[in-house]
T-cell receptor, first 112, second 114 residues
Framework: EDKVVQSPLSLVVHEGDTVTLNCSYEVTNFRSLLWYKQEKKAPTFLFMLTSSGIEKKSGRLSSILDKKELFSILNITATQTGDSAVYLCALYYGGATNKLIFGTGTLLAVQP | GAGVSQSPSNKVTEKGKDVELRCDPISGHTALYWYRQSLGQGLEFLIYFQGNSAPDKSGLPSDRFSAERTGGSVSTLTIQRTQQEDSAVYLC????????????FGPGTRLLVL
């Protein structure tokens, strides 16, 4: 079965810290890897990564994909309490398979 | 509205009863997905609709689960004879047919089966 593993499962930091969230996977024939932020119920889209080694940035958040080592990381610099959420990564295969395969997520808590 | 909407936001039901959950996708999105998120678990794919094509039902956990999408827009997920293990948040998402990986999620329906 396709497997997407996120680590750590949970993380508590203080405002201003930098965090790195990991997403590793065991398959290679996917089209893209996506990161979502889930604060209450609805996950909101952060990044879509399709090529290895190309960093995507949005403000204090950045992400990169390593297709050789089969992982992606999400970095958040200068964390704020509003960054507290569950961060989900997912694989998208495309073609006839249009579903997203999600990891279990990393719960990030940013303390003042 | 601008985003995906779902109703009800919360539903409490008794074991054995049927429930219907509704999803209204973003206007113009032809692809629609249902996912389930149980406590402490990641999102689990249930079913996918694309235009008039036959839906991908490969994620439905049992024949008690079914879904329809009428007129290529609103979708209803029906769970018959609910069981306690059906308790979860049911999330709907939609996307453009050309960019199906960028799925926009609704706020979900939290279902509790007593």
């Amino acid at each position: 079965e396709d497997k997407v593993v996120q680590s750590p499962l949970s993380l508590v930091v203080h405002e201003g810290d930098t965090v790195t969230l990991n997403c590793s996977y065991e398959v290679t024939n996917f089209r893209s890897l996506l990161w979502y932020k889930q604060e209450k119920k609805a996950p909101t889209f952060l990044f879509m990564l399709t090529s290895s080694g190309i960093e995507k940035k949005s403000g204090r958040l950045s992400s990169i994909l390593d297709k050789k080592e089969l992982f992606s990381i999400l970095n958040i610099t200068a964390t704020q309490t509003g960054d507290s959420a569950v961060y989900l990564c997912a694989l998208y295969y495309g073609g006839a398979t249009n579903k997203l395969i999600f990891g279990t997520g990393t719960l990030l808590a940013v303390q003042p | 509205g601008a985003g995906v909407s779902q109703s009800p936001s919360n539903k409490v039901t008794e074991k054995g009863k049927d429930v219907e959950l509704r999803c209204d996708p973003i206007s113009g999105h032809t692809a629609l997905y249902w996912y389930r998120q149980s406590l402490g678990q990641g999102l689990e794919f249930l079913i996918y609709f694309q235009g008039n094509s036959a839906p991908d039902k490969s994620g439905l956990p049992s024949d008690r689960f079914s879904a329809e999408r009428t007129g290529g827009s609103v979708s209803t997920l029906t769970i018959q004879r609910t069981q306690q293990e059906d308790s979860a948040v049911y999330l709907c998402a939609s996307s453009f047919s050309g960019i199906r990986e960028t799925q926009y999620f609704g706020p979900g329906t939290r279902l509790l089966v007593l």
